[in-house]
């Protein structure tokens, strides 16, 4: 199973972009990678999946590079709302949460 | 509304006595999750369910026991409390269509928040 890292913190000024790098070095090969925001006293919020290369939607990007032993959230223009903690999730079916990042976005 | 419900929300109970942390969805989701979120620790998943009667172990099992008789319930069982197992518990569920479009995107309850003295 997976194991996932995290940078435990970071900070940002609003209108910035902001990407955070998750380590997984052995993930498996069904395993996705999935992200979540999570705002205190409440469950994660899905944000963006991908298995390899880039997927992006309307609120971020993941960037997978072809090893898939790590993967990168890009938030463009983050606001003082995207305050939050942000999780990288491996796996399928038995899944792995990353260490979590705590965003602080400053004004 | 499509949403994932976890009762009861909050629960300060005593070492060794039985209880369950109910979990109901009604996206007629395949898969159910269960997990517990600790300060330093993060997120461990316990238990999941990939369909009716059919259930396997996460990372932290141990002091814990579910079922999946309906495909909407996923009951979480502490058959004997232990204060390490004071947490806040996660339910989730989602699709699970390897290939699909989205797969397994998890919904989350709102949380069970736990303290066994």
């Known amino acids: 199973l997976a194991k996932t890292t995290q940078p435990i913190s970071m900070d940002s000024y609003e209108g910035q972009e902001v990407n955070i790098t998750c380590s997984h070095n052995?993930?498996?090969?069904?395993?996705?990678i999935t992200w979540y925001q999570q705002f205190p006293s409440q469950g994660p919020r899905f944000i963006i999946q991908?298995?390899?290369t880039k997927v992006t939607n309307e609120v971020a990007s993941l960037f997978i590079p072809a090893d898939r032993k790590s993967s990168t959230l890009s938030l463009p223009r983050v606001s003082l709302s995207d305050t939050a903690v942000y999780y990288c999730?491996?796996?399928?079916?038995?899944?792995?949460f990353g260490t979590g990042t705590k965003l602080q976005v400053i004004p | 509304e499509a949403q994932v419900t976890q009762n009861p929300r909050y629960l300060i109970t005593v070492t060794g006595k039985k209880l369950t942390v109910t979990c109901s969805q009604n996206?007629?989701?395949?898969?159910m999750s269960w997990y517990r979120q600790d300060p330093g620790l993060g997120l461990r998943q316990i238990y999941y369910?990939?369909?009716?009667?059919?259930?396997d172990k996460g990372d932290v099992p141990e002091g814990y026991k579910v079922s999946r008789k309906e495909k909407r319930n996923f009951p979480l069982i502490l058959e004997s409390p232990s204060p390490n197992q004071t947490s806040l518990y996660f339910c989730?569920?989602?699709?699970?269509?390897?290939?699909?479009?989205?797969?397994?995107?998890?919904?989350f309850g709102e949380g069970s928040r736990l303290t066994v003295l």
């Open positions: 989730a569920s989602s699709f699970r269509v390897w290939g699909g479009v989205n797969t397994g995107e998890l919904f």
């Open positions: 052995n993930i498996a090969t069904n395993d996705y």
């Open positions: 991908g298995y390899k």
């Open positions: 999730l491996v796996g399928y079916q038995k899944v792995t």
């Open positions: 996206m007629n989701h395949e898969y």
């Open positions: 369910s990939m369909n009716v009667e059919v259930t």
